[in-house]
């Protein structure tokens, strides 16, 4: 018996704590995930038996560049108008709707940890400026003091 599903790559969060252990590196990892973000690819498919994977024919799939805005989108056979499962078609617009939304939250979210990192950062930097510039001026101080014969 043939099933239905739609399924969307490993999450953000996934790749994002893979690539952070692999290089045990922040900005390499927040990198790629920023690189990972510009595609969101939607997958819809029927699975007859013995099918461990969907292929062409037997899925519908979106791909949208979120940075260029293309979008690619294939209909498998299964799905042409008179076909059994032609009313998965919706299902799947769906998907790609949710999908979008979804991305564009996660986007916000994104953008909003960065910026408290970014602050964060600052912020510490200002705080060795401070502290640099503090022992600095405790060393001037110190120069200019008469040597104490006691």
């Known amino acids: 018996?043939?099933?239905a599903t739609s399924s969307v790559s490993v999450t953000t969060?996934?790749?994002?704590?893979?690539?952070?252990?692999?290089?045990?590196?922040?900005?390499?990892?927040l990198v790629e995930v920023f690189a990972d973000l510009a595609r969101l690819e939607i997958v819809t498919w029927v699975a007859h038996d013995g099918d461990a994977d969907h292929k062409a024919g037997n899925r519908l799939k979106t791909t949208i560049n979120l940075i260029d805005g293309d979008i690619e989108n294939e209909l498998g056979a299964d799905f042409l108008q008179g076909s059994p499962?032609?009313?998965?078609?919706?299902?799947?617009?769906?998907?790609?709707?949710?999908?979008a939304e979804t991305i564009a939250n996660n986007l916000k979210t994104l953008?909003?940890?960065?910026?408290k990192v970014t602050d964060l950062l600052n912020h510490k930097r200002d705080e060795e400026k401070f502290a640099i510039g503090a022992d600095d001026n405790a060393d001037d101080f110190r120069r200019d003091r008469l040597p104490s014969l006691v």
């Open 111 to 115: 953008v909003g940890i960065s910026q």
């Open 13 to 29: 969060s996934v790749k994002f704590q893979q690539k952070l252990k692999e290089t045990k590196n922040f900005g390499d990892a």
């Open 1 to 3: 018996m043939p099933s």
């Open 85 to 99: 499962y032609a009313e998965l078609r919706d299902f799947h617009e769906l998907q790609v709707q949710k999908g």
